[in-house]
């Protein structure tokens, strides 16, 4: 029988290339890795973008997402999923397929609905077939409070869009910016249909992009570490927070989270972290 070297645990990440490095594929391998585990990465779509704004998006072809994913899946032992930009309903479709094959790896959603709207002429496609094959088949997702509504447009408060969307299917929701004040940012975890915990962050004053990614990946690889769900999102969200406090703007748009904040060896980190907490 085949030895794995179980103590690396591998997260399968299906997500678009952003040639910034901010979010997409390139936020999932440096967040898995900086967090001790392994990352095999599907790119479901090509991006133009830069630190400033999205200027196109090519879907991968499904043809070779589907072998791509299909390839890891019977070769390596992946212990968590992460779901990004999907970039096509056909596409979206393909991921169902295969999450249905795998119904016992955990399955981390982070639902972008709005980032490549101007890019998608059928970005609403795109987003209904998230929420109708997707989200039934995700432990976790994780919207903030405009993409929560996004998926719940009937609710009109952050309760009611938790369990509107819990109906889906989907086990649970952390809901992030659920509550924001000048000092502080509140991300509300909810479940079995009802809400689990608070978590009260002090507020980060520069705008990094790639927060969303950091985060998913983040509860994914605690997730693959074998800790039990809640305890993985409680410590995503505070790598989160210390990536994002140690940004760097690297270009002329947002700042990028430094998801290897510490092996900082020039005290950046230790003096932003102060700042804010």
């Known amino acids: 029988m085949t030895e794995f070297e179980f103590d690396t645990p591998v997260v399968m990440s299906l997500s678009s290339h952003d040639p910034s490095g901010s979010a997409g594929i390139q936020a999932d391998i440096e967040t898995t890795a900086s967090l001790g585990c392994h990352c095999t990465p599907i790119i479901t779509a090509l991006t133009a973008k830069d630190t400033q704004a999205v200027k196109d998006i090519s879907p ?9 994913a299909r390839a890891i899946l019977e070769d390596m032992p992946v212990r968590a999923i992460k779901l990004g930009v999907m970039g096509s309903v056909q596409n979206i ?17 982070d639902p972008v609905t709005a980032e490549f709207n101007n890019e998608l002429f ?15 088949l995700a432990t976790i997702a994780t919207p903030d409070l405009v993409e929560a509504h996004g998926m719940a447009r009937e609710a009109d408060t952050v309760d009611a869009c938790a369990h509107e969307i819990l109906e889906s299917g989907c086990r649970y929701v952390l809901i992030t910016g659920s509550v924001r004040t000048p000092e502080h940012y509140e991300n509300s975890l909810y ?23 950091t985060l998913a990946a983040s509860i994914a690889s605690y997730i693959a570490h074998g800790i039990r769900l809640e305890e993985a999102v409680e410590q995503g969200q505070n790598f989160t927070w210390h990536a994002l406090a140690a940004s760097r703007r690297l270009g002329m748009g ?13 005290g950046r980190v230790e003096e932003k972290k102060r700042q804010y907490s």
Do not use: F
Not at 122 to 136: G, N
Not at 254 to 266: C, E, V
């Open 254 to 266: 947002s700042y990028i989270p430094n998801r290897m904040h510490w092996a900082d060896k020039n």
């Open 122 to 136: 059928d970005a609403a496609e795109i987003i209904a077939a998230t929420e109708a094959l997707l989200l039934p």
């Open 93 to 109: 479709e393909a991921i169902h397929t295969i999450l249905r094959d795998y119904p016992n790896i955990p399955v981390v959603l």
């Open 60 to 68: 991968a072809e499904t043809g070779l997402l589907i072998e791509q």
């Open 191 to 213: 479940g079995n249909s009802r809400l689990i915990r608070q978590y009260r962050w002090p507020r980060i004053r520069m705008i990094s992009h790639g927060c969303g990614a």
